[in-house]
């Protein structure tokens, strides 16, 4: 069948593509054009569809006509060869496409057999080369079983027994590899039909058996052939018994299948057989009934068979009358059939030839197909020279008769030399694929023997895999009950952390409150003050300096120096508090406002932590007077404490600094950028940290140093989670011992 859909498909890639007109385009056609153009288009598209319509019905009727071909191909075969013999080939030659590659090996096979079998060698064999010449497209698994069958077939017609045998063993081989009983039980039967005509009737009888119970196990129903092929081969070996009952149940399956042909020569069969048990009423009787069926279907050439086989049977039987009556029908049929009486025929003839001039008449009617060499089958040809070596002895001619005697000896002995070379070919034949098996069978050893290491190998590494398995469950299991264990532990530490910084914080506010207390003085005196850190930041805004720059203290506490100042102010401030740090000495120093006009004055303020501290009025001076007093009173209280409690600051500053380089790898800048607790100085284009660096000694220990920036120091180092036990334990302790100093002093 043509496939339509990928025709159509194949027309439809042709189609144009319409265009659509933008609007606004120059050129554009008018309403009118457009209408005619869309009339126009409407057409054109009209007559695409009509024309493809028109080819797909062209293409459905060859689809159809061709499919016609191949059905009476099918259909014909038994009734009608020769008409079946043309359609076959039609439709072969009308499939040989890759699409209908199967339909064409088919129609080709069908091919090959009717022209072997209407007795056309060349045709059948032309169509089994075309059917080679397609075998690789076609997808049938044993489309080559079946090539190599054929050709068998056609060289076992044409007397080629050592071919048919090489190309049935072939055939048996490729339908072992495909793992096809049915297939391969046509071969066993194929192989006992060919080793029977070569004379080995054991490896004739185990291949007819084995295609027979293969058959039986699969079932089929048509086991007519398979009976008869062993019911004649039992024949040939004088078992008459045995051969009535196979040929009995061939009998009855080919009626059952209502194979007509088959069933006639089963009774043929059937005939030899009463005939070889000494019947000649059973044997002749049925010949008569396969003559009788011959004839109301039509098979001429059986019913020649059958005629020359009563007629030897009546000759045997005494009854020459009967003879030359089944003669002269065979010659009536011979004529009909377009060609001269049968050699077996004549042979009858010169048995039944009582007077002189008919036995002159056979005499050189055989002697004439002798010398047009008419006669090609060896045995006949033997007999003949035997029949007229008799024939011319009757006749007076002794000479004659001794050299046909003679010449019967020679081919004699020619048949017998062809038989044992026909034998010895099939020895051939047998030996060579005796090896090929051997060596396919230990291929196949091997290949089993390597698919059994392959599974072994598999199973090992399965179990390897399943050890690793149970290995790594556990595995997991136990690292899984680790962790959690470490994770609660984790947990337990993180808590306890938490809340240790949670206290850190909490006393990191309550050093703070100066600084509330600080902005509650300042407020109370309306001072216009602001204190910033180490790190440039507002720590406190008074109420007046908020309002001074149009806002609320919570909006600048927090925010950059800078920002509120500017560059150049929040610069000389810090300059300030730092010449001060360094002198270790309060001084104030004053500078013009820029936007303002007025002055601003700025000053290191020696609290628990180092600050500086800017005002913007005049009058705040007296405030900041007094508030320095109280801070040089403070100064003084401070350096009334013991020296134990200057040592403990030095070994927790250390101790904080040492915890902060191990755990973060990184250095005291850091630290102190970090926490925002110390102030940073560029000296010679590098970073330092001079303040930090006096509370890492007594030597450099201030006066009245700053227990609480070392205590947020400690503080802001234990919130580091990458510290290790021992280290947070020292700091701990260290600033409990701190605390516990500052609260005794």
Not at 30 to 35: G, L, N, P, V
Not at 113 to 142: I, M
């Amino acid at each position: 069948m043509i496939d339509f859909a990928r025709r159509t498909d194949d027309l439809r890639c042709t189609w144009p593509v319409h265009c659509r007109w933008p609007s606004g385009w120059r050129g554009c056609p008018s309403d009118e054009d457009r209408s005619l153009g869309a009339a126009s288009s409407a057409s054109v598209r009209t007559a695409r569809i009509v024309l493809l319509v028109v080819v797909g019905v062209f293409l459905a009727a060859a689809d159809a006509a061709v499919a016609d071909d191949l059905q009476d191909c099918r259909a014909l075969r038994t009734s009608r060869p020769a008409q079946a013999l043309e359609s076959c080939e039609a439709a072969a030659l009308e499939l040989q496409s890759a699409v209908h590659a199967d339909e064409a090996f088919e129609a080709l096979m069908h091919a090959a057999q009717l022209a072997a079998q209407l007795g056309s060698p060349e045709r059948s064999a032309r169509a089994l080369d075309q059917a080679t010449a397609l075998l690789p497209r076609v997808q049938d698994a044993l489309a080559s079983h079946r090539l190599a069958r054929r050709r068998g077939l056609l060289a076992y017609r044409e007397g080629r027994l050592a071919e048919a045998l090489s190309r049935f063993l072939e055939a048996q081989a490729t339908a072992r590899t495909a793992r096809d009983e049915a297939a391969t039980a046509v071969s066993d039967n194929d192989l006992g039909v060919v080793y029977r005509h070569l004379g080995d009737y054991p490896s004739s009888l185990e291949h007819f058996q084995a295609s027979l119970e293969a058959k039986e196990r699969l079932g089929e129903r048509e086991l007519g052939s398979s009976l008869a092929n062993v019911g004649s081969l039992y024949l040939e070996l004088g078992d008459a018994e045995r051969a009535r009952h196979y040929l009995e149940r061939a009998l009855a399956a080919h009626r059952e299948s209502g194979r007509l042909h088959l069933e006639m020569q089963t009774i043929e069969e059937i005939a030899r057989v009463a005939e070889q048990q000494g019947d000649a009423v059973a044997a002749r009787e049925a010949l008569r009934q396969a003559w009788e069926r011959y004839g109301e279907d039509g098979f001429s050439r059986d019913r020649l068979r059958v005629a020359l086989r009563l007629a030897a049977l009546e000759e045997r039987s005494g009854s020459a009358s009967a003879a030359a009556q089944w003669l002269g029908q065979a010659g009536v049929l011979a004529e009909e059939l377009g060609g001269e009486a049968p050699v077996q025929a004549l042979l009858l003839q010169a048995r039944l030839a009582a007077g002189r001039q008919e036995r002159e008449w056979v005499y050189a009617e055989l002697s004439g197909r002798l010398t047009g060499n008419a006669i090609e089958d060896p045995v006949l040809l033997a007999d003949a020279e035997g029949m007229l070596a008799e024939l011319a002895e009757r006749l007076g001619r002794p000479t004659q008769a001794l050299v046909h005697l003679r010449e019967q000896q020679r081919r004699s002995a020619e048949l017998a030399a062809g038989r044992h070379a026909q034998r010895l070919d099939a020895l051939r034949v047998r030996f060579e694929v005796a090896r090929l098996e051997s060596e396919r069978d230990q291929l196949e050893a091997q290949a089993a023997l390597q698919a059994a290491e392959l599974q072994r190998r598999r199973a090992m590494t399965l179990l390897v895999a399943l050890a690793g398995l149970v290995a790594l469950a556990g595995l997991a299991l136990w690292s899984q009950r680790r962790l959690y264990r470490h994770r609660l532990e984790a947990q337990r530490a993180r808590s306890a952390l938490e809340q240790r910084i949670e206290q850190a914080r909490r006393s990191a506010d309550m050093l703070r409150a100066d600084l509330r207390s600080l902005a509650w003085l300042l407020d109370r005196q309306q001072a216009a003050v602001l204190v910033f850190d180490a790190g440039g930041r507002v720590r406190l805004a008074t109420r007046a300096a908020a309002q001074r720059f149009g806002s609320v203290p919570e909006q600048i506490q927090g925010r950059a120096l800078v920002e509120v100042l500017g560059r150049q102010v929040a610069g000389w401030a810090q300059s300030v508090v730092e010449s001060d740090s360094l002198r270790d000495a309060d001084a104030t120093e004053a500078m013009g406002l820029p936007d303002a006009g007025g002055m601003i004055r700025c000053r290191r303020l020696a609290l628990e932590e180092e600050l500086g501290v800017i005002w913007l009025e005049e009058s705040a001076g007296d405030a900041l007077a007094s508030l320095a007093g109280d801070a040089q009173g403070r100064r003084d209280k401070e350096a009334e404490r013991s020296l134990g409690l200057r040592e403990q600051l030095v070994a927790l500053m250390q101790a904080s600094l040492n915890a902060w380089e191990r755990a973060t790898r990184k250095s005291r800048i850091d630290l102190a950028e970090a926490s925002g607790v110390w102030r940073l100085t560029v000296d010679d284009g590098r970073l330092r940290v001079r303040t930090m660096d006096r509370y890492l000694s007594l030597e450099s220990l201030p006066e009245r140093p700053r227990w609480r920036e070392v205590l947020r120091t400690a503080y802001f180092v234990l919130a580091e989670h990458r510290i290790d036990a021992a280290a947070r334990q020292r700091l701990e302790q260290l600033v409990e011992s701190v605390q516990a100093a500052t609260l005794r002093h």
